[in-house]
């Protein structure tokens, strides 16, 4: 058996002559989503996979969903034949413009058993001829094949090796993310040895010294392991003392290392490379040369073996020494390593002349957090998801360590200034304020990655989410969270209903919930209320509605907002819950308070036309049946269309009610969000419930309490009890319930999946006002049983997790650009062509 390594992330070119089994061999080796076949794509651009004219096409389609796969991190393995130079320069360039490595599999048969083969086809036309130059063509690319960029090349020689051949995938050599730490990641040292033994010894670690006292490891009771972002040598009084102790905590397992510039300067000097000895080299070659030559060899090796970067953590931290932009996390190539070595310059110098370097951390969106160090900086300071640790050591500033994940930073200050500094150690660059944000945050086709999850939000779906944010909402450091939509209980088999409490139960208990509390669904315009003790981070606060709009505007707003506060703080909630402010999920009543043009233009105007049409037409027939016209069927269905519209009108009219100002608003609060530091979501309904009726007995001439039932889905009588209690509430004119995981609005199912936050079952007399006022006739209702809910339950989860993260974002006191792109991402997706009715 012959085994072939390949790495995980990777461009596979099969090499052979028509015949020789490649297309066998990729569907024995690899899933079919992995192929790509030129016989495939001529298929596709031309309806037939041997018409040669359309081969140019074919392959321009093949590279540009090859370079998509590999942009996403996919293996992709092309079935070719790839005997022409140029065919294979263009899949190596796809591979280095995506910074994988390209990987050649030859399969070389017999030119006999590969013609016995090709006869066999009837779609393979061509004479023997054409087989014996495939063959020469072969011949003369083994040894082409390293030359033009493969970096592994596996040639299977005979049917019987070819079939006897195994894959085996290996994972990059920066691929480490078995690795969860925790982790002391350590600062460029810069031959600082005093100040790395005190640092390590600060952040708890045990020195082991050799018998001449020089230290050669480190351990750490705790098993926590260093991360060295590079450049230990140069300009400092003791590298090779600095190299010693960290090649020794790599050999003991205790330390990971990445290069840094110098270190790779260092190696093409001790290689014999032509290098000026500028920037701290030579006091280090000059350290070096009172050491023994093997431990000057040794040096070389472990510096020749460092690699560009680590991915760490399950992919959640990447250490590098100049940082690294998420493009080319845990990629393998030239570009790569010179990214993570030297970072991105501008081309220009500056007044000292240092080139001026790409600020790459102010555009940074990864998910992954990266640790770098490389240009010094007097303080460490956060740009997005990055940090650089540089600061200074050697330049009489100090030598700093992340501890992670704690995002603690511990440093210990230089002895004194080793090496003075071209450049001042002076204030990093200036960085976008937290509190500004770019156009580009937000704009075009945006992948957005958060703790929940991951969505891709539409150009068009932005470009709708902007022109609402930009013209209506409300100030975005103001607006932290918006409400998911919520998704229907599935269609009722009950008579005479489209939802019932039966199957929002049903629903739940599919998911393994057992417990759900019911809510009454309160009629009115969904209120998000961000209120301050004081005026400070938030100016007070905000009420906005479900889209981010001010809700009345000043100077109601602010009114409404006084009489939230001052609720607040009458149950003492500012002390119990340690905050300064709170965010709260509310609805405002009556519906006719802020949807009263709505009413009278899409609801009333239809009651009305019926309740002044419909009489006349009754009358008409009553006089049609005295004169003994056969009418009876026609009247008893405009009958039936007038009692219709009653119910049409009163339904809606149940959610009308006189207001002036605030007099006749009423707040119903059912869950409070989050406080300074924390968000609540992970808190059960019990305890947002209890917090809301607080907030009632202390104003309850203005907050409306939510009458509720937990109900244990195991228990029928529960589950009765319950239904029995939807259905007096909706023959009294309420809209319904909504029904949620008693565990909380962060909860999840037993597989580990988020839950719907709540799953609403509206009254049938409700539903009139949605669906119009005949839509229980047996034919519409029948019709109406038919509606896909699908897209508006995955919508309700997209836009949920992003609710989820926005409020651990806001908890977390994230950049701005990151709290507002999930709260605008939530926004874009109200744009997907979803039934409103639902």
Same mark, same amino acid.
Not at 76 to 92: C, G, M, S
Not at 577 to 597: I, M, N, R
Not at 603 to 623: I, K, Q, S
Not at 718 to 747: D, H, S
């Given at each position: 058996m012959t085994t072939l390594d390949i790495p995980e992330l990777a461009l596979v070119a099969l090499v052979g002559v028509s015949g020789s089994g490649k297309s066998t061999f990729a569907r024995r080796h690899f899933r079919p989503s992995q192929v790509l076949s030129s016989d495939a794509f001529r298929a596709m651009v031309a309806d037939d996979e041997n018409d040669q004219s359309a081969s140019a096409d074919a392959f321009d389609a093949l590279h540009h969903?090859?370079?998509?796969?590999?942009?996403?991190?996919?293996?992709?393995?092309?079935?070719?034949?790839?005997?022409?130079?140029?065919?294979?320069?263009?899949?190596?360039?796809?591979?280095?413009?995506?910074?994988?490595?390209p990987v050649a599999i030859v399969l070389d048969v017999p030119e006999a058993l590969a013609w016995e083969r090709t006869e066999g086809r009837a779609d393979r036309t061509f004479g023997r001829q054409v087989l014996a130059r495939m063959q020469r063509d072969l011949r003369r690319s083994y040894g082409q094949?390293?030359?033009?960029?493969?970096?592994?090349v596996h040639v299977l020689r005979g049917a019987?090796?070819?079939?006897?051949?195994?894959?085996?995938?290996?994972?990059?050599?920066?691929?480490?993310?078995?690795?969860?730490?925790?982790?002391?990641?350590?600062?460029?040292?810069?031959?600082?040895?005093?100040?790395?033994?005190?640092?390590?010894?600060?952040?708890?670690?045990?020195?082991?010294?050799?018998?001449?006292?020089?230290?050669?490891?480190?351990?750490?009771?705790?098993?926590?392991?260093?991360?060295?972002?590079?450049?230990?040598?140069?300009?400092?009084?003791?590298?090779?003392?600095?190299?010693?102790?960290?090649?020794?905590?790599?050999?003991?397992?205790?330390?990971?290392?990445?290069?840094?510039?110098?270190?790779?300067?260092?190696?093409?000097?001790?290689?014999?490379?032509?290098v000026r000895l500028t920037h701290g080299l030579a006091e280090t070659m000059a350290q070096l040369d009172a050491e023994d030559p093997t431990f000057v060899a040794e040096v070389a090796a472990f510096v020749d073996g460092l690699v560009s970067h680590f991915v760490l953590d399950g992919g959640r931290l990447v250490v590098a020494h100049a940082g690294l932009k998420e493009a080319y996390q845990g990629r393998a190539s030239g570009r790569v390593r010179a990214f993570a070595l030297f970072g991105e310059t501008t081309g220009e110098t500056d007044e000292y002349g240092l080139p001026v370097r790409y600020p790459w951390a102010r555009d940074y969106r990864g998910s992954a957090m990266v640790v770098y160090g490389h240009t010094p900086t007097p303080e460490p300071e956060w740009v997005n998801n990055t940090i650089c640790i540089d600061t200074g050591c050697v330049f009489g500033g100090q030598l700093t360590a992340l501890r992670y994940p704690e995002q603690e930073l511990v440093a210990v200050p230089a002895v004194k200034e080793w090496y003075p500094p071209?450049?001042?150690?002076?204030?990093?660059?200036?960085?976008?304020?937290?509190?500004?944000?770019?156009?580009?945050?937000?704009?075009?086709?945006?992948?957005?990655?958060?703790?929940?999850?991951?969505?891709?939000?539409?150009?068009?779906?932005?470009?709708?989410?902007?022109?609402?944010?930009?013209?209506?909402?409300?100030?975005?450091?103001?607006?932290?969270?918006?409400?998911?939509t919520m998704a229907p209980c599935s269609t009722s088999t009950v008579d005479g209903f489209l939802e019932h409490p039966a199957q929002a139960f049903a629903d739940y208990r599919a998911a393994g919930v057992e417990r759900v509390v019911c809510e009454e669904k309160h009629m009115g315009s969904r209120a998000v209320v961000l209120v301050e003790r004081e005026p400070g981070r938030f100016d007070g606060g905000v009420v906005h509605t479900r889209t981010g709009r001010p809700f009345?505007?000043?100077?109601?707003?602010?009114?409404?907002?006084?009489?939230?506060?001052?609720?607040?703080?009458?149950?003492?909630?500012?002390?119990?819950?340690?905050?300064?402010?709170?965010?709260?999920?509310?609805?405002?009543?009556?519906?006719?308070?802020? %949807? /009263? =043009?709505?009413?009278?233009?899409?609801?009333?105007?239809? #009651?009305? !036309?019926? $309740?002044? +049409?419909?009489?006349?037409? *009754?009358?008409?027939?009553?006089?049609?049946?005295?004169?003994?016209?056969?009418?009876d069927e026609l009247r008893g269905r405009m009958a039936d269309r007038a009692a219709e519209i009653e119910a049409y009108s009163a339904a809606y009219r149940a959610y009308v009610g006189p207001t002036d100002g605030l007099r006749g608003v009423t707040l119903a609060p059912f869950a409070v969000l989050a406080g300074a530091g924390a968000s609540y979501a992970d808190r059960d309904h019990g305890w947002h419930l209890d917090l809301a009726d607080r907030l009632c007995a202390a104003d309850p001439e203005f907050f409306t309490p939510t009458r509720r039932?937990?109900?244990?889905?195991?228990?029928?009588?529960?589950?009765?009890?319950?239904?029995?209690?939807?259905?007096?509430?909706?023959? %009294? /004119? =309420?809209?319904?319930?909504?029904?949620?995981?008693?565990? #909380?609005? !962060?909860? $999840?199912? +037993?597989?580990?999946?988020? *839950?719907?936050?709540?799953?609403?079952c509206r009254g049938r007399e409700y539903l009139r006002i949605i669906y119009g006022p005949g839509y229980t006739e047996p034919g519409q209702l029948a019709a109406l049983r038919r509606r896909s809910l699908g897209r508006k339950r995955g919508l309700a989860l997209r836009e949920h997790a992003l609710g989820l993260a926005a409020l651990d974002a806001l908890a977390a006191d994230a950049p701005l650009w990151r709290r507002h792109e999930l709260v605008f991402a939530i926004l874009a997706c109200e744009s997907e062509p979803v039934d409103p009715r639902l």
């Open positions: 969903v090859a370079g998509v796969r590999l942009r996403r991190g996919r293996l992709t393995v092309v079935d070719a034949t790839n005997l022409q130079p140029h065919a294979r320069a263009a899949l190596v360039k796809v591979a280095r413009e995506h910074d994988v490595l094949l390293a030359r033009e960029g493969f970096r592994k019987e090796e070819i079939d006897a051949a195994e894959i085996r995938y290996e994972k990059l050599f920066n691929d480490r993310r078995e690795l969860t730490g925790p982790f002391d990641i350590v600062g460029d040292v810069h031959g600082c040895r005093e100040e790395l033994e005190a640092l390590l010894l600060r952040l708890g670690w045990t020195l082991r010294r050799d018998d001449a006292g020089r230290p050669v490891d480190a351990v750490h009771p705790a098993g926590r392991t260093a991360v060295f972002v590079g450049d230990l040598v140069d300009r400092g009084p003791d590298s090779p003392g600095v190299l010693r102790l960290v090649m020794g905590m790599l050999a003991a397992g205790h330390a990971i290392c990445v290069p840094g510039n110098h270190e790779q300067k260092l190696l093409r000097k001790l290689r014999g490379r032509d071209v450049r001042p150690l002076v204030a990093s660059t200036p960085t976008r304020p937290g509190t500004v944000l770019d156009l580009a945050d937000v704009t075009g086709r945006r992948h957005i990655e958060h703790a929940y999850g991951s969505l891709t939000v539409p150009a068009e779906n932005a470009a709708a989410a902007l022109e609402v944010m930009s013209r209506f909402a409300v100030d975005p450091g103001r607006l932290v969270w918006l409400p998911p009345f505007g000043p100077p109601l707003d602010e009114e409404l907002l006084a009489r939230v506060r001052a609720a607040v703080t009458t149950v003492g909630l500012w002390t119990e819950l340690g905050t300064d402010w709170l965010l709260l999920d509310c609805e405002l009543l009556p519906w006719s308070a802020k %949807a /009263g =043009g709505l009413i009278r233009e899409q609801y009333a105007g239809v #009651g009305a !036309a019926g $309740r002044a +049409a419909l009489p006349a037409v *009754l009358a008409t027939l009553d006089a049609a049946a005295g004169r003994g016209l056969p009418v039932r937990a109900v244990d889905l195991t228990d029928a009588a529960a589950v009765a009890a319950a239904t029995e209690w939807w259905l007096a509430l909706t023959a %009294a /004119g =309420g809209e319904g319930m909504v029904v949620k995981p008693y565990a #909380g609005p !962060a909860a $999840r199912s +037993a597989r580990g999946s988020l *839950l719907q936050p709540g799953i609403k």
